[in-house]
């Protein structure tokens, strides 16, 4: 009786669950969520009746509240306390009613192309009970103005939408008429995201910069060319969008990166960067000091020890220099680096280790003011 879903990343990272779009199925992440689960603990979700989640676990007269208290259950079983949430429309939904009325559980949210009130009551009413009365192909035939812009399709989304159980389908749209957080907005504590659609006519960017302006602290995104579904048409926008938000990756990595090579060095690097070199820049910034250099399993003295072998191993001297002053700041003694130079001598080969005793003496001369 839980959510359908599907689990990816590693058990020991930190959560984040991702909620689909109405008439859509987890597919829709397909092409955003592994590039997160390097991260993140992923949990995609099924609403009732779609994909491979059970129609009966939502009925006529639904609310938000209802489909909320199920992704709570689905946490619970999972053995998932607290999360961060990322989800499309009804699935934005979804997150900002956790804000609102489960602060405890989320540690950060991010809400797409959704709203805080979905335009009213009525159109929504009249969709459930169409729905009831007639099924869903007269809204599949609608699917790709509706959630992509130009030529753009997803044929499995719209299979999805297609396959959506009719009645679970306006169970949802009795909730969205439901739905309005409009005046609760300003009581969202955790850090919140907002990405609008340029291009959607669903819940237009004006939605989002509602939900923008009324939840303290928080950012919006406005992505060009992106509709209704925009981790679908758009995925590279928001992933980035996204890693910005839920990782904070490039700013804790550049604070590790200074507090280990010094501030010297790094406006150095800074100042050299150009267009080219840029995303190479983000990059070691955000993997090697936002993730690695950050992981506590290893102290910052035994990764400065591992880093000068491997560069002894390699020849990368002037790489070395580098990390003999970095070592220096994660407080190995000069004696304890000639320690480990000498441990390469025996495992990388004399002339390596000749050549690095070289570069280490210089380095550690010009630290003590001797030439």
Do not use: K
């Not at 805080?116 to 969709?127: D, I, K, L, Q, T």
């Not at 130009?150 to 396959?163: A, I, K, N, Q, W």
């Amino acid at each position: 009786m839980t959510l359908n879903h599907l689990l990816e990343g590693p058990a020991s990272a930190p959560p984040l669950l991702l909620g689909p779009s109405l008439g859509t199925s987890y597919a829709l992440w397909d092409r955003v969520a592994p590039e997160l689960a390097a991260t993140h603990r992923v949990v995609r979700w099924d609403l009732p009746g779609h994909g491979g989640s059970a129609a009966r676990l939502i009925g006529p007269g639904a609310t938000v509240g209802d489909l909320a208290d199920l992704v709570l259950a689905l946490a619970d079983a999972l053995g998932i306390e607290r999360f961060a949430y990322a989800g499309v429309s009804l699935g934005g939904a979804v997150g900002l009613h956790l804000a609102v009325h489960h602060p405890q559980r989320v540690t950060s949210l991010a809400v797409i192309c959704s709203s805080a009130h979905f335009g009213g009551e009525r159109p929504w009413r009249e969709r459930a009970e169409r729905v009831r009365r007639e099924g869903l192909q007269w809204l599949v035939e609608s699917a790709g103005a509706r959630w992509f812009a130009g030529d753009f399709t997803v044929p499995g989304l719209v299979r999805d939408h297609r396959e959506a159980d009719p009645e679970a389908y306006a169970a949802c749209c009795d909730a969205l008429a439901a739905f309005d957080l409009t005046d609760r907005l300003p009581g969202i504590g955790a850090p919140t995201l907002l990405v609008a659609g340029r291009e959607d006519p669903a819940t237009p960017p004006a939605h989002l910069r509602q939900i923008a302006d009324a939840v303290p602290g928080s950012a919006l995104a406005e992505l060009p060319g992106a509709s209704h579904l925009a981790p679908a048409q758009c995925p590279e926008a928001v992933l980035a969008a996204l890693r910005a938000h839920f990782d904070g990756v490039p700013r804790r990595g550049m604070e590790v990166r200074r507090e280990v090579l010094g501030d010297a060095h790094v406006d150095r690097a800074q100042a050299r960067q150009s267009p080219f070199t840029a995303r190479f820049q983000d990059f070691i910034s955000r993997y090697a000091w936002g993730e690695i250099w950050t992981d506590p399993t290893l102290s910052r003295r035994e990764r400065s020890m591992i880093t000068l072998t491997t560069l002894v191993a390699h020849g990368h001297y002037d790489e070395l220099a580098m990390h003999v002053r970095a070592a220096r700041r994660n407080g190995l003694t000069p004696e304890e680096i000639g320690a480990v130079l000498l441990q390469t001598a025996v495992y990388c080969g004399v002339p390596a280790a000749n050549s690095a005793f070289a570069v280490a003496q210089r380095v550690l001369a010009e630290e003590s003011g001797e030439e």
